[in-house]
């Protein structure tokens, strides 16, 4: 897996793989000058893998893309930002088949084949007229050097556009993952909406596809996320087109795990940039907990920790008040041995059996506090299972951008 | 039930009631001049109640409250504010025994009749000689009007001193109860230590106290909590000692009823201070949730609203964005029908069947999210049964106060 190349084509993002193209413009849902529409297409159709949100108020487009992915294939994706068209009812779905039927018909293919996403305020009817008014200058503008124009359409709050592209040899041939995400200011999915879209010109098949979709999404999106705590829009799609001639990718393969440890980094380049990017986030810290009866109870407390507004306002403050993680740790619902935890930040002690180690460990860690970006690792001293979660601070501007996010 | 009598009275909190003394001075955990030891004494000795954290992180006083409050009397409560003496470990323990002792000493009384209470930073030593020296003097400025200043010193991020006094005829006498409560500048005791101390002149077996306390707290302070989610320290003591000379009283028996309505209404008056109070809290806001298949799982919604980030910085940005408090309903863990859900602010109805009522509801709604207080309501369609919750908004002095709570 050569990084070089990695990061040489990182700005064309969906468009790193062979034959893919894409391109984003402005249709008229946000203010006048900003892109929020996106197009990716591949030149032929593919095997096609998704991940959807947990959360039960599905907007529109997850119930179309559900939908049309039963049949395992893809060509197209249109997302729209500057509305979630969630909460809208059957006039909402019906407005999301509009779409994905106009955009069909262009590319000249099956409705299946053709997939959307939204993101952006609830609740408001979706502007289709002008969605599909812009459809022709859209396609018009296809480009295989359209990734970063598409990637800058689907931001919202986003202060930057997330895109990555990666390649290593897979059975035989040099396979191209590229991929394009949005977040937000917050880091949770619960907060505001992800999207991630994919795209690879791997040889391989839906099935197989999706078996590492999940994996990889577990292993990235899903830790800077709170599981089964996400919004009504969450998407990530994996888009494949066999172009670069690979042999088939079958599960239990080596090839199978080289693409999907490709498939799982190219995830986790996207999840942590939405969590660096975040407007009002100062740090990014990463939550280890250790020790654990079982993997859901050290996510559990890892989620805890990760989601205490004490705690993250402590980042932000950089003050070293490790007594919010012990309260955390305690109020998780797992059951925990107090006198068994053992508390260390970038590898320097503070807590061991359950007792602080006085204010000289406090002024070492208070140091810690001021990085970037730091480890906070809990070991529970009760099994041998782990999580990681990664997290932000909680900082003056993140209130500020919520606080008048439609405005 | 006299309000005249309680508002008149107000001030005095715990010393409202005959026979209880208090007092609070500054005995140099905090910055000089700042009271942080309280104390709080019955004429004699009384049956107790309390309730306690779930955390299971638990502080060295709430240890010591448990052990005392199996003998169900007690005599006299000594809290300190500035350090909480938690992850302590046993040296902490030994220090709350300490004081304990002390403070039974000095009363002529056995310890068991000895309570004790700490809030302030986590991991720290207790102070214990300052606490000890500063003894005798709290002791000697114990007064029947020393109610305030006992409630100022327990205070940490709070503004205000909160207290309450109210009264009652209860089997043939006039009954009073008295309390004090700290909490800070967040409403949820998991993110801060809630302490309250009710006092009593009523006659009633300590067992009696108890079963009404637990309906009190339920009906007041876990309105304004995360059940099972709270901090090391939190605790909510009743000191009685029957110099009303009312009729005992006995369970399941009218003045039990209207004895236990009296303490209610005194703890959620101290709750509802606590929301209000919050440095940086600008609204309180009241969370109901209806139809519900069980109370647990209105009380989920409920919590899942109350608790969201978004729906807080909406709040505080006057924003009215519905579609944050249906994304909340949705990922609460309830199974809920989209289709069936309705959602109002202040009577006004924004969401029928699961679809927003556009832009005129929107703009009608706006105006109530301008109010300082008001009521979320959202109806699950499912069964009869509800619950609700005061939560308050998301600030920029929320993360202020946080970020910088210990410098």
Known sequence: ????????????????????????????????????????????????????????????????????????????????????????????????????????????????????????????????????????????????????????????TDLRPKSAALRADINGAVVTIGGMAKGSGMIHPNMATMLGYLTTDAAIASRTLQTALIEAVNASFNCISVDGDTSTNDTVLCLANGLADNRVIREGTAGYRRFTDLLTEACRTLALAICRDGEGVTKVVKIEVAGARTVEEARQVARTIGTSNLVKTAFFGEDANWGRVMAAVGRSGVPIVPSKIALSFDGIAMVSKGVGLGLAAERRIARVFRRKEFTVRVELGQGRHEAQLWTTDLSFDYVRINASYRS
Chains 1, 2 share one sequence.
């Open 1 to 156: 897996m050569s990084t070089e190349t990695a990061k040489s084509k990182h700005s064309q993002g969906v468009t790193a793989p062979k034959g893919f193209r894409a391109a984003g413009i402005h249709c008229g849902i946000k203010k006048p000058g900003l892109l929020d529409l996106a197009l990716v297409v591949s030149d032929r159709p593919g095997p096609i893998a998704g991940v959807f949100t947990n959360n039960q108020v599905v907007a529109a487009p997850v119930v179309l893309d559900r939908q049309h992915l039963r049949n395992g294939v893809g060509r197209a994706i249109l997302i729209n930002s500057g509305n979630a068209n969630a909460c809208t009812g059957p006039a909402g779905l019906a407005a999301a088949r509009r779409t994905a039927a106009a955009l069909a018909k262009r590319l000249n293919g099956p409705l299946h084949e053709a997939f959307i996403g939204s993101t952006g305020v609830i609740g408001r009817r979706l502007p289709v007229e002008r969605i599909l008014r812009s459809l022709p200058e859209l396609v018009r503008q296809l480009s295989p050097r359209g990734g970063l124009s598409a990637a800058k359409a689907i931001m919202t």
